[in-house]
């Protein structure tokens, strides 16, 4: 038993780390400023260049930024998709395919989600063209600031010898981009493309004062109209003006729009190795359909988000029911067209041949059902612009709505704002942590009850005796007992077949304990009970008496 004590003692009294119960609590985060508030995100970059010296260079900054994190996160997911075809683990539906990834603060890993509901081939067939609709969410970034916020109280890995960890599901809003790719031809598109408007002879394009001084026309001009208007919801009927681009662009390469005024989304024209065309358009915007979810240990951290499951309990859409879902936001554009200038997406201007848009063509869909071995152009767009999503809630509201003053997009004094969360946390505790280690109960049961008997002899017994099991007493004895024929020549190698069959006991002797073998077996006889003579010093009597109670079954020790 005492062997396995120890063990069981570790296993369920030594207070280890483990996971708590989740419990729901009200968290607290900061907010400074609206959604996707391209200003705040260009005034916060990190830049040793300051404004007296260039005035661009915050947006210098921020578009270094936009270009590290994209192709960054962009490279992460596509080494997703190698090992995905690799292991012919592909897929045609959206969200069996690799998740968006992107980083955060150098040390948490993040996991967007694909929400699309619409089918690729249905639509198609709708619209008489290859069309490819994806939608993809990215948890709430404000999250991680709020799990470290000192108002909500939650101790940090590395307060606990870096130990610890932590898991927060959160209610809040989720940012999502939409991108809507179709295939065109160069008749269809051509309306748009102000190298084929009569006035382009007289003045041809120049990719250095694009797109000022062409007479492109303004509002209330709807522009011209094109077969695709119902598609991407061009003209008066969608409140909606149509993109206008600089020119077609040769193979492998594309160019973006950046003539709207009061613009939803922002427009891409590309082309194919083949000279097909695709016309793309993002939107961002925030979705009550999702919650966002943080795990924080000393290796790192993962946030991610959880979407379109009715039975989430973190549903912001649980908190906010009439919450509304979809609605573009303005400002993303401002921060979007930034990032699509930082990669190159409009290298195609100047015949650029950009490595990022030659990849992008090679990906532009074929066929009206996503392509298991290959990912689609709306989907790379969607992770290339991730990241902007990731800013866009930087110190934003946790709600879907700016409830402070219209008149102001930045607070000069953040203030806290709450939301529903749940949270679960790792901290020293009895009990073990493995299912199977109940089984120790048991020992440690037996053990009480074994110590409760051990105290009830010591107080009606008549005190304490000797345990000569414990090796050092086990030992003691030996060393001072005389030699014994039963185990002749077994000094050097140990005791061998038939040794091992003597039996052994305790025998006294003058005030001297001492082993020897017993020949016959006592199993049914009754032990003698060893006098011990008076007039022994206090040593003796002390052996003596040991010797008397171990050798008498009366006294409950045998």
């Known amino acids: 038993m005492a062997i396995f004590?120890?063990?069981?003692?570790?296993?369920?009294?030594?207070?280890?780390?483990?996971?708590?119960?989740?419990?729901?609590?009200?968290?607290?985060?900061?907010?400074?400023?609206?959604f996707a508030n391209p200003f705040y995100v260009q005034e916060h970059c990190q830049t040793p260049i300051p404004l007296a010296t260039d005035t661009e260079a915050a947006r210098t900054c921020i578009q270094i930024e936009h270009a590290g994190q994209a192709y960054h996160n962009y490279m992460q997911w596509l080494g997703s998709w190698r090992n995905s075809i690799d292991t012919g683990n592909g897929s045609s539906e959206l969200i069996s395919r690799p998740r968006p990834t992107a980083m955060l603060y150098d040390n948490t890993t993040v996991l967007g989600?694909?929400?699309?509901t619409q089918n690729m081939t249905d639509d198609s067939i709708k619209y008489g063209r290859i069309v490819n609709n994806v939608t993809m969410a990215m948890p709430?970034?404000?999250?991680?600031?709020?799990?470290?916020?000192?108002?909500?109280?939650?101790?940090?890995?590395?307060?606990l010898s870096g130990l610890g960890e932590y898991t927060i599901g959160a209610s809040v809003p989720s940012s999502v981009v939409n991108v809507l790719c179709a295939t065109v031809t160069e008749d269809e598109i051509a309306p748009l493309v102000y190298s084929t408007w009569p006035n382009a002879t007289a003045n041809p394009?120049?990719?250095?004062?694009?797109?000022?001084?062409?007479?492109?026309?303004?509002?209330?001009?709807?522009?011209?109209?094109?077969?695709?208007?119902?598609?991407?919801?061009?003209?008066?009927?969608?409140?909606?003006r149509p993109p206008v681009f600089s020119k077609f662009p040769i193979p492998y390469n594309s160019v973006l729009n950046d003539t709207a005024y009061h613009a939803d989304a922002i427009y891409l024209l590309a082309t194919a190795a083949d000279s097909s065309y695709a016309l793309c358009s993002l939107a961002a915007s925030l979705t009550p359909n999702c919650s966002t979810h943080y795990h924080s240990s000393m290796s790192g951290g993962e946030l991610r988000s959880h979407c379109n499951d009715p039975n989430d309990p973190l549903a912001y859409s649980k908190s906010y029911p009439n919450a509304t879902n979809g609605i573009r936001s303005g400002d993303w554009v401002n921060l979007g067209t930034l990032w699509a200038f930082s990669i190159n997406l409009n290298?195609?201007?100047s015949d650029s041949q950009a490595a990022n848009a030659r990849l992008l063509t090679q990906l532009i869909s074929t066929s009206n059902t996503l392509d298991t071995s290959l990912p689609s152009m709306a989907e790379s767009l969607a992770v290339l612009a991730g990241s902007t999503l990731l800013q866009s809630t930087q110190d934003s509201p946790f709600i879907h709505f700016w409830n402070y003053s219209t008149t102001v997009a930045t607070l000069k004094t953040p203030q806290y704002q709450a939301f529903n969360a749940t949270f679960r946390y790792a901290d020293y505790a009895s009990g073990g942590n493995q299912p199977w280690q109940n089984i120790f109960h048991l020992?440690?049961?037996?053990?009480?009850?074994?110590?409760?008997?051990?105290?009830?002899?010591?107080?009606?017994?008549?005190?304490?005796?000797?345990?000569?099991?414990?090796?050092?007493?086990?030992?003691?004895?030996?060393?001072?007992?005389?030699?014994?024929?039963?185990?002749?020549?077994?000094?050097?190698?140990?005791?061998?077949?038939?040794?091992?069959?003597?039996?052994?006991?305790?025998?006294?002797?003058?005030?001297?304990?001492?082993?020897?073998?017993r020949d016959t077996p006592t199993r049914g006889k009754r032990r003698r009970v060893a006098t011990v003579p008076?007039?022994?010093?206090?040593?003796?009597?002390?052996?003596?008496?040991?010797?008397?109670?171990?050798?008498?079954?009366?006294?409950?020790?045998?």
């Open 534 to 558: 008076s007039g022994m010093g206090d040593a003796e009597s002390i052996i003596g008496d040991t010797y008397s109670r171990l050798s008498s079954k009366k006294s409950g020790l045998i």
């Open 113 to 116: 989600s694909w929400i699309s």
């Open 347 to 349: 290298g195609g201007i």
């Open 205 to 240: 394009l120049n990719s250095s004062n694009w797109p000022n001084s062409y007479g492109i026309p303004t509002v209330p001009s709807w522009l011209n109209q094109t077969p695709v208007d119902d598609l991407f919801g061009f003209g008066e009927k969608y409140n909606r």
């Open 443 to 517: 020992v440690l049961i037996l053990v009480f009850f074994t110590n409760i008997f051990c105290l009830v002899h010591f107080i009606f017994g008549g005190g304490l005796v000797t345990d000569f099991i414990e090796p050092q007493n086990l030992f003691a004895l030996a060393m001072n007992s005389p030699p014994n024929r039963e185990l002749a020549g077994s000094c050097g190698t140990g005791p061998e077949h038939e040794q091992f069959h003597v039996k052994w006991a305790i025998n006294y002797d003058s005030g001297h304990l001492f082993l020897e073998n």
């Open 5 to 34: 004590y120890t063990t069981a003692s570790d296993a369920l009294v030594t207070p280890q780390l483990k996971m708590g119960k989740e419990e729901s609590r009200l968290m607290y985060g900061r907010v400074a400023t609206t």
């Open 140 to 159: 709430h970034s404000g999250i991680f600031s709020a799990a470290r916020d000192p108002i909500n109280r939650i101790l940090q890995p590395k307060d």
